[in-house]
């Protein structure tokens, strides 16, 4: 038996250290390919190792959890999380969240069961140092991924900002941050400085290049502000007077640094570098810090609305659309997160997440400064470990947190509970075998069954489904570039036959996917048929999963208006406008059903109210003005559009709402500057051709189709086909 038990705790071991190498994960079969891989294998190593915890946990007591303050606290926050859940707007997104996100109530349980694993399982420091340095370690090979990024040698994904394995400039930003802190720690942990030194400053070197062409402001503020923190920790704590100088001069330093940079930001060698003139653009009146500070307001109206337990994890959307600002039309349409985890945690979880969120950091830093003779911890690291802390805070105030960071942070909060529990010089022995009596034994293993059962369930029911999904999402994707529309609908259909949270995306991929082919002359009428009749059904169980979101209500409301359905497009689209008031894309949608059908006069009044909204929308001003054209008021566009370059310019939707009036002369003004800007496009050419067809000036258009011919030769035999039938008198 005692070999069995110690066969459990290797694979359990096995389990923790293999966490680490999550972070070079890239599952290129699978949707969100950085997101989706570390996620999934993230929550089956857990229930496998958690599984194995348990069943240790029964034979032998002492691989119980101990109680602590950050222990309570992080029970505290998950009991609040699962309450949010199922009290909020809607437990089934609150508990699987999406494939973009992956986190929810499912992720947090596993972080919250990894917690419990790590501080049952590694009892001594020694234990601690592998860890911490596995990590560190695998920090340094994601760093010099970056690298290569950095020289041309690997692609970015994300623009020039580096981002490796984890597919996103932030988190490899606040990733980078937790390396460099860890780095730090081991340095003035070691015993031979000038040794260790070749070690840890190479370390330390790359992971600051790195965090710096990231070009994360959050995280790059934080580090800044925490090594300040951390010096004037020191210089306050240390014992050797020479230590204190060395720490008060750093943080002079990075005093003066600071007002450096202040004082030279409008020079040149600023403006002229892409990260540092990130930084030189922060202001109250920068575009982003503007919509920031307007999503927080909507975050605190939405707090205010549920004050206590949130609207639930996952739900930030329904605050963002039912709170949605006019103004924030300058940024992306839809935004599921506030940039800022303390709001995310307010309004979805209540002041119950956040007070014990904040409670994790509190006492963290707690057990950092109290009580050191017990913990061990040297003033170095404490205030190291502190900074780290308020690093990542400083980070956590503009973005939102992902797998990773919070891996990282479920990590340390483990450690320093580890050292507040066991000290670092306890020497775990293995007690005698306890002899179990035979109903003892029956019990025990009727348990472990019980046990073994839930973990094969949860391994299947938790995950299985949602990796089928996410990979036939990226089949369909496949078939469908490969111009195969009946293969991709039907990997389509079987993404979503898995019936696991990645429906919600398989259906908006497959509902834009049947709108770019449902024209197409290659779909079989009768497969054209069923892939709108399936779509429809599908985008109304997904209404009816994921109430009052207008996303999904504008989504079914776009494609009954693009297939014909108009009285039901109608019909969804203003029941999302009354969600949802302030939003100018329903309006956009909406004006423009009523004018495709000639309702001329609501759809002027809809999108006169949608230009209303913020007058400052060019968007807005362009649909207004365009559909007044269609509506036969040349004029009033023609107002709308005098300060903004006026009517006539390249643009398709005053050309066609200019064909649609007969209004020759401006149609052959805006086909003369499509053509002024692709001189070699015939197309335009023949365009322009056309219209002069249409207003009888005949030699005109003969004279744009022989230039045609001109710039492409190929064209010849079709072009003088066409001259001669104009030169006939017929209109080819």
């Avoid at 070999?3 to 290797?10: D, G």
């Avoid at 949707?31 to 496998?48: D, Y």
């Avoid at 290659?522 to 429809?536: A, C, D, G, L, N």
């Amino acid at each position: 038996m005692q070999k069995s038990i110690q066969a459990l705790k290797y694979l359990a071991y096995l389990g923790i250290f293999i966490i680490p190498f999550l972070a070079l994960v890239v599952s290129g079969t699978m949707f969100f390919p950085f997101i989706t891989g570390k996620n999934f294998l993230f929550r089956i190593i857990i229930e496998i190792t958690v599984a194995l915890w348990a069943i240790v946990a029964i034979f032998e007591p002492r691989y119980r959890p101990k109680k602590t303050w950050i222990f309570l606290t992080l029970v505290f926050f998950t009991l609040g999380m699962a309450l949010s859940s199922v009290f909020g707007a809607n437990f089934y997104r609150s508990f699987w969240s999406n494939y973009e996100r992956m986190e929810g109530l499912i992720t947090f349980l596993h972080l919250f069961a990894y917690f419990t694993v790590l501080i049952s399982f590694l009892k001594t420091e020694k234990a601690w140092d592998w860890l911490l340095k596995t990590n560190l370690g695998v920090n340094v090979i994601v760093g010099l991924y970056g690298l290569l990024q950095l020289f041309g040698r690997l692609k970015t994904h994300q623009g020039d900002r580096l981002d490796a394995s984890l597919g996103n400039a932030s988190y490899m930003a606040i990733y980078m941050a937790f390396g460099l802190f860890t780095a730090l720690l081991f340095f003035v942990r070691s015993k031979n400085k000038r040794s260790s030194i070749w070690i840890y400053a190479p370390i330390i070197a790359l992971q600051t290049i790195v965090l710096y062409y990231t070009a994360t402001r959050g995280a790059i503020l934080g580090v800044i502000g925490g090594l300040f923190l951390a010096s004037v920790l020191i210089a306050i704590f240390a014992e050797r007077k020479k230590v204190k100088m060395a720490a008060g001069g750093f943080a002079l330093a990075v005093m003066i640094l600071i007002g450096g940079f202040l004082a030279i930001k409008n020079t040149s060698f600023v403006t002229s570098s892409p990260v540092l003139n990130r930084f030189s653009g922060i202001s109250l009146k920068e575009r982003t810090t503007e919509s920031r500070l307007t999503i927080w307001k909507m975050s605190w109206e939405g707090f205010m609305e549920k004050p206590v337990l949130g609207w639930g994890p996952e739900n930030f959307n329904l605050v963002f659309n039912k709170y949605y600002e006019p103004s924030l039309y300058r940024q992306e349409p839809w935004f599921d997160r506030a940039h800022n985890v303390f709001f995310d945690r307010l309004v979805t979880g209540g002041v119950i997440g956040l007070v014990s969120y904040l409670g994790l950091f509190f006492f963290a830093v707690y057990y950092l400064w109290s009580r050191r003779n017990k913990t061990r911890f040297s003033v170095y690291d404490s205030a190291i470990l502190t900074a780290m802390f308020a690093a990542y805070f400083t980070h956590n105030l503009f973005v939102f947190d992902n797998l990773i960071s919070l891996i990282l942070f479920f990590t340390f909060l483990a450690y320093i509970h580890y050292r507040r529990v066991e000290g670092p010089s306890v020497v775990v022995h293995s007690p005698e075998s306890k002899i179990l009596s035979a109903d003892d034994v029956y019990k025990k293993m009727y348990m472990v069954a019980g046990i073994t059962g839930l973990a094969i369930f949860s391994i299947y029911y938790l995950n299985i489904p949602g990796i089928m999904a996410s990979k036939n999402i990226i089949y369909a994707m496949r078939a469908s570039s490969a111009g195969d529309a009946e293969g991709s609908f039907r990997k389509f259909q079987k993404a979503i036959s898995h019936n696991s949270f990645g429906s919600l995306e398989a259906r908006e991929h497959m509902t834009s996917f049947v709108l770019s082919t449902k024209d197409s002359p290659s779909v079989k009428p009768e497969i054209r048929s069923e892939m709108i009749s399936y779509t429809v059904d599908e985008l109304k169980k997904q209404n009816e999963e994921y109430p009052n979101d207008i996303r999904e209500l504008l989504f079914l409301g776009m494609f009954y208006n693009k297939t014909g359905m108009y009285d039901e497009a109608e019909k969804t689209l203003k029941e999302a406008m009354a969600l949802s008031p302030d939003k100018q894309q329903i309006y956009f949608e909406l004006g423009g059903l009523y004018i495709s059908r000639n309702d001329y006069v609501n759809g002027l009044q809809i999108l006169k109210t949608a230009f209303e909204l913020d007058e400052t929308f060019g968007e807005a001003r362009t649909i207004y003005a365009v559909a007044s054209i269609f509506a036969g008021n040349e004029k009033l566009a023609e107002e709308l559009m005098a300060d903004y370059g006026g009517t006539v310019k390249a643009d398709e939707r005053f050309l066609k709402a200019y064909a649609s009036k007969n209004n020759f002369t401006k149609v052959v003004s805006i086909l003369n500057l499509f053509i002024e800007k692709e001189p070699n496009n015939i197309q335009h050419r023949l365009r322009l051709a056309a219209a002069y067809l249409q207003a009888n000036q005949r030699q005109l258009a003969i004279a744009e189709i022989e230039k045609s011919i001109e710039i492409n030769p190929s064209f010849k035999e079709q072009g003088e086909y066409y001259v001669n039938e104009i030169k006939a008198g017929r209109n080819p």
